[in-house]
């Protein structure tokens, strides 16, 4: 089983960048399609982006293309989102997971996650 902690979050201005990441331990993470979410106060959890086991493929919520990149090392065990022209509307703990990318609009399905790492964008 892959265990999951989150780390990069913070305080941006709206316009700035912000670089997360993933990292994991347990020998599976190379197994798993891997995908992040964010969840913003009194708001469903919604999709961000997901990778691939091998990072050959990628999807992205409609509100983040061109704005963010997924990847993935898993030789360093360790997913990343890149954020750049953060907006108010980005603000949000953003978790990571283990699922399949075919089910990114079922949550459910994601069978491990991460704590959550808080990203606050200021006007």
């Known amino acids: 089983q892959v265990q999951l902690v989150e780390s990069g979050g913070g305080l941006v201005q709206t316009g700035g960048s912000l670089r997360l990441s993933c990292a994991a331990s347990?020998?599976?993470?190379?197994?798993?399609?891997m995908a992040w979410f964010r969840q913003a106060p009194g708001k469903e959890r919604e999709f961000v982006a997901a990778?691939?086991?091998?990072?050959?493929?990628?999807n992205y919520a409609d509100s983040v293309k061109g704005r963010f990149t997924i990847s993935r090392d898993n030789a360093k065990m360790t997913m990343y989102l890149q954020m750049n022209s953060l907006k108010p509307g980005d603000a949000a703990v953003y978790y990571c997971a283990a699922g399949p990318i075919s089910s990114v609009d079922k949550p459910d399905l994601f069978h491990t996650w991460g704590q959550g790492t808080q990203v606050t964008v200021s006007s």
């Open positions: 347990g020998r599976t993470f190379s197994r798993y399609d």
């Open positions: 990778v691939t086991w091998n990072g050959g493929d990628t």
